[in-house]
């Protein structure tokens, strides 16, 4: 079955500091994969999405994402947060029958 | 992105009273749409997934009496919280799949509306 892991729950971050989440998927095939950042008391905005092709994505709000097949991650990236980039992010794997595998969620704090 | 919307955004309601809950897909027709129940300070928890014209198919664990889920159009689904108990109270989360490869820009990707927070006292 296929599962995927955040493995930071909490990070912290300075305004205009670099950011790198992490996340780990566990699936037999080449999988579809997305990110996601939730507002508190908000839906799930899609950041970016990978199903082929270029293995680094460029998503919205200055984020990117390199899914590496050899380390079967997806870490998203973003060289200089912003105070409004605090928020829960979580990483999804989608499945055959269109469904998504969710990972924990990673809790960023930006910091003044 | 695309734009899903849920109604209502929050609803407080009596112990035994059942609450219905809107979702509706604002920029492309979705055959396939997804309840979530989140908790706080956790994942989303898949509850079922609706498909306009047949019924929904729920995950193990969740009661299909108790939360009703009816897709009568491509651009609607809701779900309905049967005798609503405290325990019931949580963020529910509707999601639209933009289909397949023919899906165009919404292809393969699920849209999230911004969900409801249900209260039952």
């Known amino acids: 079955a296929q599962s995927v892991t955040q493995p930071d729950i909490h990070i912290t971050v300075s305004e205009g500091a670099s950011l790198e989440l992490r996340c780990n998927y566990s699936y037999g095939a080449t999988p579809y994969l997305f990110w996601y950042v939730q507002s508190p008391g908000q839906g799930l905005q899609l950041l970016l999405k990978y199903f082929s092709g270029d293995t680094l994505v460029q998503g919205i709000k200055g984020f990117e994402a390199e899914f590496k097949r050899s380390q079967s991650s997806f870490n998203l990236r973003k060289p200089s947060v912003h105070w409004s980039d605090a928020a829960e992010y979580f990483c999804a794997v989608g499945v055959n029958d269109y469904k998504l595998s969710f990972g924990a969620g990673t809790t960023v704090t930006v910091r003044a | 992105g695309a734009v899903v919307s849920q109604h209502p955004s929050r609803v407080i309601c009596k112990s035994g009273t059942s609450v219905k809950i809107e979702c509706r897909s604002l920029?492309?027709?979705?055959?396939?749409m997804f309840w979530y129940r989140q908790f706080p300070k956790q994942s989303l928890m898949l509850m079922a997934t609706s498909n306009e014209g047949s019924k929904a198919t729920y995950e193990q664990g969740v009661e299909k009496d108790k939360f009703l889920i009816n897709h009568a159009s491509l651009t609607l689904s809701t779900l309905t919280v049967t005798s609503a108990h405290p325990e019931d109270s949580s963020f529910y989360i509707c999601?639209?799949?933009?289909?397949?490869?023919?899906?165009?820009?919404?292809?393969?990707?699920?849209?999230f509306g911004p969900g409801t927070r249900l209260l039952v006292l």
């Open positions: 999601s639209a799949w933009g289909g397949g490869p023919a899906g165009g820009a919404y292809q393969e990707t699920q849209y």
């Open positions: 920029d492309f027709q979705a055959t396939t």
